[in-house]
Every structure is written in structure tokens, then in C-alpha cells.
């Protein structure tokens, strides 16, 4: 596989694995999502995508139309929304965690209610899975046994599969970025319990929702906790100097990345706050919103 696979063909990377990427490439999905075909046939399809109706027809042709299991990993837009016409098409059950709001923490669900969240945009709110997984349950597949895990932070209902020797980590371990942690549907104390949760779950590789394959994957996910940990740090520090907002303390901690990527930059800061405010490590003014003012307790 080159560093930049060709959309909308099939690319062997593994006996029973091939990857065909979707027409979606751009700032946060990279050179596209990754939609995964595993077996030899009957086949099981990880991620279909995006509506698209060409990369509808790839992965007909790539499985002709030989599917068991249409597995989704979490229900943003650049995921699951091509499971039901690919349902539809080839008669194949959909597996997911749920629905986009599945696996909401209490404080997510509490900062959503009150309409001090973000959007809901870039979420699939259509996509109800025929059958729901929940942690550790194990698939009888075709293509062998793939168990789901609840790895949620990216969102509440993210799922990563292991299969085999290697993991299906989705948006939750890439090699390319890090993962976006949003609030109310990104949830940062999540998201830190998911990739403790994955080191107990040693793989050879990863195969990440966007980007290529992570070939030493429990050193990435110290990496990612690493880093966390490094940037809440640095917003500790920044709040020692008194009171502080997110709109102030993004370019100070993003100055190095395009300021088009600023806002999301300032949702991963704000999910590092609320993370600390159930922490008691800061406070918000009331309510706690994307506009609080925060400081240090």
C-alpha cells in the first residue's frame, strides 16, 4: 500500500484484509475513511462511509455483493451512513454499539440538555443498528471470530474490533492526528479510560479509521495519553495566571497548527476543562459552557 492509496480500489494489506478508501479526504478524515473488507466470503465490511454511490459500487464489486456483517464503529458522518444502503443492497445485518447519543456520559447528557454543548452537526442521527453490541461481545463471522470493544471518548458510541492479532481502532488511535474529543458528544475522561482500556488488549497492529496502518500500536496509545497529559499540563499552567477563556488560551496552545483548525483545537481544550472541573482541579463560571471563564482551584 502506498502512503496514498488510490480512492475507490481495493488494497491488500493483510491474507483476508483489504482496504478501499472513501472520496471524503479532507483536514480531520485525512485521504478519506478507511472502509475494511475481511474474509474471503462471505465477506465482513468495517466503516462503509459516507453516502457516496461510487464507493457504494467499490465495495459491491470488491465483496460481489457477498456480505454477512456490515460493522460500524461509531455514528459520524464519515462512517456509518453507507451501512444502510449497503444493508439494503446485499440483505447483510448492521452491528454498532447504537445510536449517536448511545454511551453519553451523565455529564455530556447534562451539558447537552442545558444548551451549553456544541452541534450536533457531523453526526449520523438516522443510523439504528439491527443488532447492538455491547463490550467484549464476541461475532462469529465468516471471516472469524471479531470482538467489539466500547472505547468511547471520540464519541459515546465508539466501538474498536479486535480480529485475529490486530485491532480495528477506528477514530480512537490513528497514527496520522489524534483524535478529536469534542464536547458534549466527545468525552475527554472517556476517551483516557479507553486507551488505558485498549493497552490490557495487546494487538500487532492497528488498522485506524483514517490513515495508514500503525504498525507498534501500544506505543502509540502511550503517545496519545502522553500527550493529553502534556496538554493539560500546559493548561494547568496557563490558568496559574488567573482566569483564563478558551477563546484566549487556544492560540496560545495551538500556535503552531493553521488557524482554520483553531476551533477544533478549542473543542479538544474544552473537553481538557470539563475533564478538570470533575476533577476539582478547575472551576467554571455558571453554567459551565464553551464561553466559561475558568481558573484554577
Known amino acids: 500500500m502506498t502512503p496514498s492509496p488510490a480512492v475507490g480500489i481495493p488494497h491488500d494489506l493483510e491474507p483476508d484484509l483489504r482496504l478501499i478508501i472513501a472520496p471524503n479526504p479532507g483536514p480531520l478524515t485525512f485521504w478519506g475513511t478507511n472502509t475494511y473488507i475481511l474474509g474471503q466470503g462471505p465477506f465482513v465490511v468495517i466503516d462503509p462511509g459516507p453516502v457516496s454511490e461510487p464507493h457504494l459500487g467499490?465495495?459491491?464489486?470488491?465483496?460481489?455483493?457477498?456480505?454477512?456483517?456490515?460493522?460500524?464503529?461509531?455514528?459520524?458522518?464519515?462512517?456509518?451512513?453507507?451501512?444502510?444502503?449497503?444493508?439494503?443492497?446485499?440483505?447483510?445485518?448492521?452491528?454498532?454499539?447504537?445510536?449517536?447519543?448511545?454511551?453519553?456520559?451523565?455529564?455530556?447528557?447534562?451539558?447537552?440538555?442545558?444548551?451549553?454543548?456544541?452541534?450536533?452537526?457531523?453526526?449520523?442521527?438516522?443510523?439504528?443498528?439491527?443488532?447492538?453490541?455491547?463490550?467484549?461481545?464476541?461475532?462469529?463471522?465468516?471471516?472469524?471470530r471479531i470482538t467489539a470493544l466500547h472505547t468511547p471518548g471520540h464519541l459515546g458510541n465508539h466501538l474498536c474490533f479486535a480480529w485475529r492479532d490486530v485491532i480495528f481502532s477506528a477514530d480512537h488511535v490513528m497514527g496520522w492526528a489524534t483524535s478529536l474529543v469534542s464536547p458534549p458528544f466527545g468525552d475527554l475522561t472517556d476517551f483516557m479510560a479507553s486507551c488505558e482500556k485498549l493497552l490490557d488488549h495487546p494487538a500487532r497492529r492497528y488498522f485506524a479509521g483514517h490513515g495508514a496502518p500503525?504498525?507498534?500500536?501500544?506505543?502509540?496509545?502511550?503517545?496519545?495519553?502522553?500527550?493529553?497529559?502534556?496538554?493539560?499540563?500546559?493548561?494547568?499552567?496557563?490558568l496559574e495566571s488567573g482566569p483564563i477563556t478558551i477563546e484566549t488560551l487556544t492560540p496560545r496552545l495551538y500556535a503552531d497548527i493553521p488557524s482554520n483548525l483553531h476551533p477544533a483545537a478549542a473543542r479538544n481544550i474544552f473537553a481538557h476543562l470539563i475533564d478538570l472541573t470533575q476533577r476539582n482541579m478547575c472551576k467554571a463560571s455558571n453554567p459551565l459552557n464553551f464561553k466559561s471563564v475558568f481558573e484554577r482551584l
Do not use: C, N, W
Not at 460481489?64 to 445485518?93: N, Q, Y
Not at 447519543?101 to 451539558?111: F, H, P
Open 58 to 144: 467499490a465495495i459491491l464489486d470488491a465483496t460481489r455483493g457477498d456480505i454477512s456483517h456490515i460493522l460500524v464503529s461509531h455514528t459520524h458522518a464519515d462512517h456509518s451512513p453507507l451501512a444502510r444502503p449497503l444493508a439494503e443492497r446485499t440483505k447483510a445485518k448492521t452491528y454498532a454499539f447504537g445510536a449517536s447519543r448511545d454511551g453519553m456520559s451523565a455529564v455530556m447528557r447534562a451539558l447537552e440538555a442545558s444548551g451549553h454543548g456544541q452541534s450536533s452537526e457531523g453526526l449520523d442521527h438516522d443510523f439504528r443498528p439491527d443488532v447492538r453490541l455491547v463490550d467484549g461481545e464476541a461475532l462469529e463471522t465468516p471471516a472469524g
Open 214 to 238: 500503525i504498525d507498534q500500536p501500544l506505543d502509540r496509545v502511550r503517545d496519545l495519553i502522553d500527550h493529553r497529559r502534556l496538554r493539560e499540563s500546559q493548561i494547568l499552567a496557563a
